[in-house]
């Protein structure tokens, strides 16, 4: 577990007694939409991104090319990531100082989640420009959809565990 420096411990006790968080917080239905909320938008980036994946892998979608899908996909697929960042932070606004001390989140954060994001970006980029271009997909397109894929399974690994850790204060 990394300990917060009190600069970052100061930024979520002031973010925590927000109005926005205290309503949040302080509502019996609010968490639960906003979490709900959160889940979408991460089911539609992660869907629109696995579909990529999975084909660049030959497990879906034969009779489409890669760069088809990645391209009818991209604008629902950063929809979905943007929907998933205001949903995860607003949830994390609630309860800031804990979450900050939480070892789940701070391993879904500050390892799985920039990695996977820059991997991300790589295979989306080249499975529009170059990769999925042809009939036959590159042994490195292929390894890179895997390793997307695993990395994005880390992340939502690490997501399941954060309600499993008590609370760190």
């Known amino acids: 577990m990394i300990v917060p420096s009190e600069g970052v411990v100061d930024f979520c006790n002031w ?17 639960p939409f906003v979490q709900t909320t959160h889940f979408t938008g991460l089911s ?8 990529v994946d999975f084909r660049l892998l030959g497990w879906i979608g034969k009779s489409y090319k890669p760069s088809e899908l990645a ?28 979450f900050s001390r939480n070892p789940a989140l701070q391993f879904k954060l500050l390892l799985f989640f920039p990695l996977a994001l820059i991997v991300h970006i790589f295979v989306q980029r080249r499975t529009m ?28 690994s690490a997501a399941a565990n954060i309600p499993y850790f008590e609370r760190f204060l």
Request: glycine share 8%.
């Open 15 to 31: 973010l925590q007694n927000t109005p926005y968080a205290l309503a949040i917080a302080g509502s019996t239905w609010a968490y």
């Open 44 to 51: 539609i980036w992660l869907a629109t991104s696995l579909v």
């Open 71 to 98: 391209k009818s996909l991209f604008a629902w697929n950063w929809i979905g990531f943007a929907i998933a960042v205001v949903g995860g932070a607003s949830l994390f606004s609630t309860d800031a100082v804990a």
């Open 129 to 156: 420009k170059s990769w999925g271009a042809g009939d036959v997909i590159p042994r490195f397109a292929q390894l890179a959809g895997l390793m997307e894929f695993l990395l994005w399974l880390s992340v939502a």
